[in-house]
């Protein structure tokens, strides 16, 4: 748990961390110049550069506590999102496909370099009507070199999706881990429970 704690810090530290160190400096900033520099500044357009200054810093702040709070959801909808594409590679002549590289690209689809998620081979198929990046995932309906695109992910929701997978990941082991420490516990409250009724049975004796 610790763990999991400390990576959501770490998350929070990365994304605000570089907002509220302007924020901070525009704000206290002149307060720790030489008295004699402020005097070197008209005093008019000095305060309103230093007001939009801040204004900018503390909106950017508040525009990323956002996004680190919307973070985990929307890595949780790309992970939900990831799902389905597996479930769909799982009907006939369907595959979960890798873009490893643009071959070539014209209005009507894509040639492209392709890594089968399933077992790793790669081979170049021409998507119709697609126009991915590479990075993405596909999910593709194939037949003699061509595909069909039914769904994808770009590669920024694919990272979102496996950070979730991790994060999941992570609150499982811990979880199992917490219901094994408890479990031991139970057994050893139980047989120290029993060799106390043992003893005292034995006294009575």
Known sequence: ????????????????????????TVTFGPALLPSGTMRLVPAGPFFIGWLTTVAAALTWLLLTAVRTVL?????????????????????????????????????????????????????????????????SFALVVLGNSTGRLVDWMDPAEVAAARRAERKASARRRWQATHAARLAARRARTGAADVIRAAEALLDRH
Do not use: N, Y
Request: charged share 20%; net charge negative; aromatic share 2%.
């Open 71 to 135: 973070g985990p959801a929307r890595d949780h909808r790309a992970a939900e999102h990831l799902q389905v594409l597996r479930e769909g590679a799982a009907a006939e002549h369907a595959h979960l496909l890798c873009i490893e590289q643009t071959l070539g690209r014209s209005p009507a689809g894509q040639r492209a370099l392709i890594s089968d998620v399933h077992d790793g081979t790669s081979t170049d198929v021409w998507l119709s009507e697609a126009a991915l990046p590479s990075g």
């Open 1 to 24: 748990m610790t763990r999991l704690i400390l990576c959501e810090v770490a998350r929070w530290a990365r994304a605000v961390g570089a907002p509220l160190v302007l924020l901070a």
